[in-house]
């Protein structure tokens, strides 16, 4: 059992959970909680260790048995310890580290979402989840918006980061995907013409804009 607050998994995952530098140097991130951690399982993405504390559910001893057949890292954590660490406020009694793996693009684009400059790391998270769920293949970050890997999106994303492919790239990156794969830019505006009313079946790029100032 891990009891001390000095241990280097803990001090790791004390790190990631802060700066996005600390998430990009140690090329890796957090996941906390059974559901978060059950997904990144079955996604079958690559895992660093799992810490968890004596509190799980049954369902969480369960996934830790599981992870364990697979030889993920799995130890114990004093309750206390944990508790401090967690980024919620509250323990969820485990939380995994994970690679930042990149899932590749599909071989052919036709639905991909640009959330540009968005700052709040939860509205993030909501957007790639619901992009997941309206079946766009991609989510391209530009500059200026927030860590997608942040610890609050990644619990907004509700497992979407481990299924929707998330690109960092300049905006003449995008470009260039978006003009290979012949794709059809759409900016998501107050002012502009209904969603219901828009012909959206062709392949399309859909530009989200940040939550002061649009895009």
């Not at 992870?67 to 485990?94: H, P």
Request: charged share 25%.
């Amino acid at each position: 059992m891990i009891t001390s607050s000095q241990n280097p998994k803990l001090k790791l995952a004390r790190a990631l959970l802060g700066r996005p530098k600390e998430r990009r140097e140690a090329g890796a991130f957090v996941a906390e909680g059974v559901r978060l951690v059950e997904e990144a399982a079955a996604s079958g993405w690559p895992f660093r260790f799992v810490l968890h504390s004596h509190g799980l559910s049954e369902r969480g001893e369960a996934l830790i048995e599981k992870l364990k057949t697979k030889n993920v890292d799995c130890e114990t954590v004093d309750e206390r310890l944990l508790q401090a660490l967690s980024d919620t406020g509250y323990t969820q009694w485990i939380l995994a580290v994970l690679e930042a793996f990149q899932l590749p693009l599909p071989p052919a684009l036709d639905f991909v979402l640009i959330p540009d400059q968005i700052r709040d790391p939860g509205n993030l998270g909501t957007l790639l989840r619901t992009a997941a769920a309206a079946g766009v293949q991609a989510a391209m970050i530009p500059p200026e918006t927030t860590d997608a890997f942040a610890p609050k999106a990644v619990r907004a994303g509700m497992g979407a980061h481990f299924r929707l492919p998330i690109l960092s790239l300049t905006w003449e990156e995008i470009g260039q995907v978006s003009k290979s794969a012949n794709l059809r830019i759409w900016l998501a505006d107050m002012e502009g013409r209904s969603c219901w009313e828009a012909d959206l079946r062709s392949p399309l790029a859909l530009i989200v804009g940040g939550e002061a100032e649009g895009a």
